[in-house]
């Protein structure tokens, strides 16, 4: 083939028309070609296994239930612990989301390598305290602070009932472990467990118990758990613990309805007044009743009502210096109402 041909003017005329229309152009090469680069954020590690997660909810679900029932009979009261999330997150990201106010309280986990943190928000650290003192919970500092070296030690009463509730769930796991309280510190710089880039696993949950409302968490280095996590098989565990926590949450939730408070009342049968009566009743009047007596006695019996239902027919009297009222008989249901 001939290389050294000239082109003649009709053709350098219509190649320049084909370059100007855009039908002419240089070749694509394949070096040429984009390829799409996806940046990776070292200090945002992959994402843990779902089946992880999965066991960290049962697992904590487990534990909600027990601390609930023990930090009841701890308090006098019924409270409410709900495991509400399980989320992966690095340490750093943790330490920036507490408030400086909470509770932290360092554990260890042993024969699992390092220590995790359990965190309590103010919110709920108060009203600990207050119940544990002997108040309605409901007394909190008008500003949140941190707490005392002297609250510190009343509040740590709680956070041994969580470490010990937090031992019998892990126990599905980890049949010999001993959770253990380290300390309780208030200030998350001398929180250091793990570097900040490290990954752990948060674990939240709420409480809630009169007027009180409140969150805590654990966060645990993902390092400490995944070996024990990895053998785990959630189905298997879970169904231990199902079949064994039939019988004994029956039990528990027993004996808390049969400590629980209610109020009883007792009053005369209601009578009957006339409307123009009931208009011109000022103080120092006596209202005639239609409760029969004989020598000083009564005859009629009184209502005594329970949880605001009338239950029972009674006779009222003393006890020693006490007025006390003796059941003698029950109201129907129908008739309670």
């Known amino acids: 083939m001939n290389t050294d041909r000239v082109l003649s003017q009709e053709e350098i005329d219509a190649l320049l028309e084909m370059v100007s229309k855009g039908e002419f152009g240089p070749r694509e090469t394949q070096g040429d070609k984009v390829r799409e680069v996806r940046l990776y954020d070292f200090t945002r590690p992959g994402r843990v296994s779902k089946d992880y997660i999965r066991s960290l909810q049962m697992l904590h679900r487990h534990f909600a239930r027990v601390f609930s029932s023990s930090l009841s009979s701890l308090l006098r009261t019924l409270v409410d612990v709900e495991c509400t999330q399980v989320e992966q997150l690095t340490y750093g990201d943790f330490l920036m989301s507490i408030s400086e106010m909470s509770c932290l309280a360092i554990f260890s986990m042993e024969p699992l390598k390092g220590v995790a943190v359990m965190e309590i928000s103010p919110q709920l650290v108060f009203p600990i305290i207050d119940r544990l003192l002997g108040g309605t919970g409901a007394n909190t500092p008008?500003?949140?602070?941190k707490i005392s070296e002297i609250e510190k030690a009343i509040i740590e009463r709680a956070i041994e009932s969580a470490m010990e509730s937090l031992q019998e769930a892990w126990q599905y796991i980890v049949e010999d472990?001993?959770?253990?309280?380290?300390?309780?510190?208030t200030d998350p710089q001398?929180?250091?467990i793990v570097p900040s880039s490290d990954t752990v696993m948060l674990v939240i949950f709420e409480a809630k118990f009169n007027q009180a409302v409140g969150v805590m968490s654990i966060c645990y280095p993902f390092t400490m758990i995944e070996p024990s996590l990895s053998s785990a098989r959630p189905e298997r565990w879970m169904f231990n613990y199902e079949a064994e926590a039939n019988?004994?949450?029956v039990s528990e939730i027993r004996q808390k309805v049969e400590k629980t408070e209610i109020p009883v009342r007792v009053y005369f049968p209601p009578s009957k007044i006339t409307l123009g009566d009931l208009?011109?009743?000022k103080e120092g009047d006596i209202i005639k009743t239609e409760v029969r007596v004989k020598e000083g006695k009564l005859i009629d019996p009184v209502i005594i009502e329970v949880g605001g239902k009338k239950r029972f027919w009674?006779?009222?009297g003393r006890v020693g210096r006490r007025k006390a009222v003796k059941i003698i008989g029950v109201i129907p249901e129908d008739e309670g109402r």
Not at 142 to 145: Q, S
Not at 177 to 185: A, C, D, G, Q, S
């Open 142 to 145: 008008a500003k949140m602070r």
């Open 314 to 316: 009674g006779k009222p």
């Open 190 to 192: 001398y929180v250091q």
């Open 279 to 281: 208009l011109q009743l």
């Open 247 to 249: 019988g004994r949450y």
């Open 177 to 185: 472990v001993k959770v253990k309280l380290e300390r309780i510190e």
